[in-house]
Every structure is written in structure tokens, then in C-alpha cells.
């Protein structure tokens, strides 16, 4: 494998399901995102790893819960969602630094139904 | 605070015509900048990066873009369009500083080539 992948690329779940996406990054990279992109809205932040450690947090409501075990493994697990989080959930790396502009790339993304 | 804004969410323009994709940016410390594609069903593609060296860049698939600071712009621009350009265009802005790769995207700009 190369790059990032996400694993699945496609999930439906009810609202009282719990559920989880994985995204691992074969680049050596030290940072970590979560993305959400809605139809109709700009790419929503949600999380960022720096060396596995939570650097931020943009308001995200609980029942997304990331965990991010290594500096190559990303998780986000779902939890009692909504139909508005239906979405495509990005997981992106970069090898981030302080004040460094290091590009960020991006896996396939999960693609995720909540009915 | 770091914002990015992209006019237009929707150009179309025809085969071998100029592509002009507009992007501008507020940031309160010298940024840097990016341009992604996003083709359906993918994540997104680095196209090109403003990392304060030259201000025209140039990118993969023949684009390129232009750093005007008095302008707070990074216009995306392509000589002649192809059928494969079709895409969604995202304009991020990264601050330097203590932010660890965070960036910030545009909401889109969906390019459309008529044969």
C-alpha cells in the first residue's frame, strides 16, 4: 500500500449504531487529520494528531471520537449519529512542523450514509 | 485568523480555452498557499504550493498560479483546457506560526470543459 488509505470507502449505519473508520498512512508522516465534507460547504477541520498526541479539536460533537494509536493509524469512531453527519469523512497526513508548509495528502475518503 | 475565499463556485469553459480559477486569501502573518483537485469519487490532489519563493508557481497537469500580496490573491490558471481538468478546485491557506499544518480551504470551485 501506498500513500493514505481509508478503510471502508463506503458505510451506511443507523443512528443507533456504533461504527469506526480507519485511515493508516504509509508516508512517514508525523500528523494526522480528520476532514468533513458536506455537499454545499467548505471542508470542515474536525481533529489533527501532531506525533500522536490531540492538537486540536474544532468543536466536534462527541459522538465523534478519534483515536490515533501511532503516528501511521487514525481512527474516528461513530457513535449514536445523525442524518445531518452524513458526509464524506477525509483522513488526511502531513510531516508537519511549527510554521512549516508542509502539504497535507489525502486518502480516498469514507463515504458515510447515516439513515 | 486565516480565511480563504474562491469566487465562483461553478466556471465552465471549453476545450483549449484559458482557465482562470480565483482565489483569495485574508491571513494575519505571511502565508502559505495551496491549491487541491478533487476528482469525483477521490480525495484531494495537491496541484501546486506558495511557499514565499517565487511568486508565479507552477504545478502538475500544466496549471500554475500567481502570488499577489497587494492583492491578497493566488489565482489558479491553466492555458488551455482539457476534458480531463474537469474537477472540483479547493484554494487552502496555511499561516506560518506556531500552527501545526493546519489548513484552511476555500469552499470549491467545480470546473466544467465543453468539448
Known amino acids: 500500500e501506498t500513500g493514505v488509505t481509508q478503510t471502508p470507502r463506503h458505510l451506511v449505519m443507523g443512528m443507533t449504531n456504533k461504527k469506526s473508520l480507519k485511515c493508516e498512512q504509509h508516508?512517514?508522516?508525523?500528523?494526522m487529520y480528520w476532514y468533513k465534507q458536506s455537499a454545499k460547504k467548505p471542508l470542515e477541520l474536525m481533529f489533527v494528531?501532531?506525533?500522536?498526541?490531540?492538537?486540536e479539536n474544532n468543536s466536534v460533537p462527541s459522538r465523534f471520537s478519534p483515536e490515533c494509536p501511532n503516528s501511521s493509524h487514525l481512527f474516528l469512531h461513530l457513535h449514536t449519529l445523525q442524518p445531518e453527519d452524513s458526509a464524506l469523512y477525509l483522513c488526511?497526513?502531513?510531516?508537519?512542523?511549527?510554521?512549516?508548509?508542509?502539504?497535507?495528502?489525502f486518502g480516498p475518503g469514507t463515504r458515510l450514509t447515516v439513515t | 485568523a486565516q480565511s480563504v475565499t474562491q469566487l465562483g463556485s461553478h466556471v465552465s469553459v471549453s476545450e483549449g480555452a484559458l482557465v482562470l480559477l480565483r482565489c483569495n486569501y485574508s491571513?494575519?502573518?505571511?502565508?502559505?498557499l495551496f491549491w487541491y483537485v478533487q476528482y469525483p469519487n477521490q480525495g484531494l490532489q495537491l496541484l501546486l504550493k506558495y511557499t514565499s519563493a517565487a511568486t508565479l508557481v507552477k504545478g502538475i497537469n500544466g496549471f500554475e498560479a500567481e502570488f499577489k500580496k497587494s492583492e491578497t490573491s493566488f489565482h489558479l490558471t491553466k492555458p488551455s483546457a482539457h476534458m480531463s481538468d474537469a474537477a472540483e478546485y479547493f484554494c487552502?491557506?496555511?499561516?506560518?506560526?506556531?500552527?501545526?499544518?493546519?489548513?484552511?480551504f476555500g469552499q470549491g470551485t467545480i470546473l466544467t470543459v465543453h468539448p
Open positions: 508516508l512517514g508522516h508525523n500528523a
Open positions: 494528531y501532531n506525533f500522536k498526541e490531540q492538537t
Open positions: 488526511a497526513s502531513s510531516q508537519a512542523a511549527s510554521g512549516a508548509p508542509y502539504e497535507q495528502y
Open positions: 491571513s494575519s502573518v505571511p502565508p502559505y
Open positions: 487552502a491557506v496555511q499561516s506560518g506560526g506556531t500552527s501545526y499544518g493546519k489548513l484552511t
